[in-house]
């Protein structure tokens, strides 16, 4: 089996995951996602981590099983150090430390934002640096240069509410269920994305901003329901069509000009709403037309999972690049 064998846990948020990687190859990767959520519209963060003690455990045995590896065979443990919820990121984090401790192997502490971006490496085709990344997730928008395996700048990212976060909370206001961003997606694909014109957030270098969006489609209902309390339902489809392309044409504005200014024609997208159908098909589109590069992750690599905290800990493994067992967890944990 070629090495390094590396274990990786992924306990950011709601997604409880292990993968198993050797030689920087996906041999598993194992996902358990939290249902107790749905009830509340939202992620409870003292149930998350609870889920997460709960499913850490099976979902490690069945990564390892499907793995065909045994403890024994592990060169190192990585786990995701941030940022995320504090309690998640207790659950994984002391477990990746106990069993390397118990092991005796070294101890790899993954930033969770670099391993989206270098999802990109699992499977072909791969980016060849440097290359700007859009990362898009439910907690960060960000326009990232990458100039190699450790190191990134980042460039741009949001001021206020994500990407990810927009969809879901305009989603709610819908009254779609949750997660709301999937939902609306779907909504999207039979409706008029020109139908209702909803403002694009201007904002100054690279940032972005959506917090005025999400104001702005929260009034917007109030007054049209309050002429017709059926509005939404009878136009649900060109609603999640306007919005969804409200918030595609803001991403993309700032991602072309950091584009054009940094003269980087590879152009890669990640993060959880890497798998939105409109982002990935208007992205392929802008990128046609300019003559660029594109790369988007397979949907399996694009939310929170642990294949990607392996591929991130295969680079640092091979950079000497280790924690020690004082390292704690980071909910703010910057990516420069």
């Not at 030689?23 to 749905?38: D, F, K, M, R």
């Not at 440097?130 to 439910?138: A, D, K, R």
């Not at 014109?197 to 904002?203: D, I, K, L, N, R």
Request: glycine residues 8%; proline residues 6%; hydrophobic residues 45%.
């Amino acid at each position: 089996m070629r090495t390094p064998v590396i274990l990786a846990i992924e306990s950011s948020c709601d997604d409880t995951a292990a993968a198993v990687m050797a030689g920087g190859e996906i041999l598993a990767n194992v996902v358990a996602t939290q249902q107790v959520h749905e009830q509340y519209g939202g992620v409870v963060p003292e149930l998350a981590s609870r889920a997460h003690q709960q499913h850490l455990i099976p979902v490690v045995q069945e990564a390892l099983r499907r793995a065909k590896v045994a403890k024994s065979d592990l060169d190192a443990v990585a786990f995701t150090q941030g940022p995320g919820l504090l309690g998640s990121l207790l659950v994984g984090g002391m477990f990746a430390k106990t069993l390397a401790l118990a092991l005796n192997k070294p101890l790899i502490a993954v930033n969770h934002m670099r391993a989206h971006i270098l999802a990109h490496f699992i499977r072909a085709p791969r980016p060849v640096f440097p290359f700007l990344c859009l990362t898009v997730s439910g907690g960060h928008t960000q326009l990232v240069i990458v100039r190699s395996a450790l190191e990134m700048d980042v460039i741009g990212q949001t001021i206020d509410d994500a990407a990810g976060e927009a969809f879901d909370k305009t989603a709610k206001l819908l009254g779609l269920p949750y997660p709301g961003g999937p939902h609306l997606d779907k909504q999207a694909r039979q409706g008029n994305p020109t139908r209702f014109p909803f403002p694009v957030g201007a904002m100054p270098g690279y940032d972005f901003s959506f917090s005025g969006l999400k104001t702005a489609v929260m009034y917007f209902l109030r007054q049209q329901t309050a002429q017709n309390p059926a509005f939404i339902q009878e136009n649900l489809p060109d609603l999640c069509a306007s919005i969804q392309h409200t918030i595609i044409l803001t991403l993309l504005r700032q991602l072309t000009r950091a584009a054009e200014a940094n003269g980087l024609t590879q152009i890669a997208l990640a993060g959880g709403v890497a798998a939105n159908s409109g982002l990935r098909a208007a992205l392929t589109q802008l990128c046609a037309e300019k003559g660029w590069e594109v790369f988007i992750p397979d949907f399996e690599f694009c939310t929170d999972n642990a294949g990607m905290v392996a591929m991130t800990a295969h680079f640092q493994y091979e950079a000497s690049d280790f924690a020690d067992q004082l390292s704690s967890p980071d909910p703010r944990l910057k990516l420069n």
